[in-house]
């Protein structure tokens, strides 16, 4: 290869595994842009990350949410980017509210949301996906979960749009650093009146549950729950948001896959866990060294920032022979999620999400086409997907 790739490249984002195959064969443990950033492309590599987090510290996500242009982002305070022994102990607390119990206690209102939700579809009627479809699920979860009012719900959508720009704002793109900073302040704020309310009125609700949460005495801060509040909207939406996105126009693409999947809808799981596979959502996790350390033959000395590609490593033909081809037979893996101590906390409940969602849209329509816009392409080094899905279900 000759000259760094830019992730951020409108046809990188658009179609970013040729490049990834390039940087796997050639130059695994490499320096690309935005930044400099050294991008780790092979699955092998990307495990020993997540197994040595002595050595890889969560510290490269608090880097990158924090920013010279803003200070107050509860994110950078978040589970998300700490090590051990306070990331066990925040996590040991989290578990305590929002474990298997949550998914068992919400999933008869997630069908509920998707039979609206596909009800608001219209046969034969172009539509935006990632907005009348995508979107949709996680709002309405999330807006259960905290308990927050319906006409609040909205608010989550604009929130996460500009939240969800965050690692694709430049040093110099000073009016999107203010419309990030405006979202910040304005969710930052709703989320503590909803504390305080919580905490005078405490509810049948997941904030309620996480108040209440001890372990060995201990209970969260309101920075600790201002954090969790804030990694639940990007990281339970965004991700979610891209998984029933990349589902849709894989349906599309591939019709004979929704026909498959209406007459055996047992095999959903398998088409959730190779859409995972396939179009990693969670596309990219940050990391730095703590000490001078040897990665894929190259020599990185303490502090150097890595962004593992998620979507390279889940592509790595080492690990998964032909990787581009979508293939439901495969062996299931966990690694979109994720491994070891910051394996996601909330994949069961995307899985569930994704799973009612997509039965629903089958149960109604026969199959999907192509709208008449192109698709575009979100702009993020931590999540990929559609921000505009133009698509046409079809009832017949």
């Not at 201990?218 to 948001?241: A, H, P, R, Y």
Request: some cysteine.
């Amino acid at each position: 290869m000759s000259g760094r790739i830019n992730l951020l490249a409108p046809e990188i984002r658009a179609n970013p595994y040729p490049a990834y195959a390039e940087l796997r064969r050639h130059a695994p443990v490499s320096q690309v842009d935005p930044g400099g950033i050294w991008a780790v492309s092979r699955q092998e590599d990307v495990m020993h990350i997540f197994k040595n987090p002595q050595l890889f510290s969560s510290q490269g996500f608090r880097q990158a949410y924090r920013p010279p242009w803003i200070s107050n982002y509860p994110l950078a305070d978040s589970a998300l980017v700490m090590d051990p022994p306070r990331h066990t102990q925040l996590r040991a607390l989290i578990n305590r509210a929002f474990g298997t119990q949550v998914v068992t206690r919400i999933e008869p209102r997630v069908r509920e949301f998707a039979q609206r939700i596909v009800q608001g579809l219209h046969d034969g009627q172009e539509v935006n996906f990632v907005e009348h479809f995508s979107v949709l699920m996680p709002m309405y979860v999330i807006g259960e979960l905290l308990g927050l009012s319906p006409d609040v719900q909205p608010r989550l959508l604009h929130w996460v749009e500009w939240l969800g720009q965050f690692t694709g704002v430049g040093p110099a793109d000073t009016e999107r650093q203010e419309a990030v900073r405006a979202t910040v302040n304005e969710a930052r704020g709703h989320f503590e009146q909803v504390l305080a309310e919580r905490r005078r009125n405490p509810g049948d609700d997941l904030i309620s549950d996480l108040l209440r949460a001890r372990v060995e005495g201990e209970s969260l801060s309101d920075t600790d729950l201002l954090g969790f509040m804030f990694l639940l909207l990007v990281g339970g939406m965004e991700t979610t948001i891209h998984l029933l996105s990349h589902s849709a126009l894989r349906l599309q693409l591939q019709p004979e896959l929704m026909q498959q999947l209406r007459a055996q809808p047992s095999l959903l799981p398998r088409f959730i866990d190779e859409v995972l596979r396939h179009e990693t959502p969670a596309h990219g996790v940050m990391r730095l060294t703590s000490e001078e350390t040897e990665l894929g033959g190259v020599r990185l000395p303490k502090g150097t920032r890595l962004l593992m590609l998620m979507g390279s490593a889940n592509r790595d033909e080492a690990q998964h022979p032909d990787p581009d081809r979508f293939d439901m037979n495969r062996p299931s893996s966990n690694l979109p999620f994720g491994h070891g101590i910051h394996f996601c906390i909330g994949s069961q409940l995307a899985r569930l999400e994704a799973r009612l969602s997509l039965e629903a849209l089958l149960s109604r329509f026969t199959h999907l086409t192509a709208g008449t816009q192109p698709v575009q392409w979100n702009s993020s080094l931590v999540v990929r997907g559609p921000s505009r899905l133009p698509l046409i279900p079809h009832e017949g």
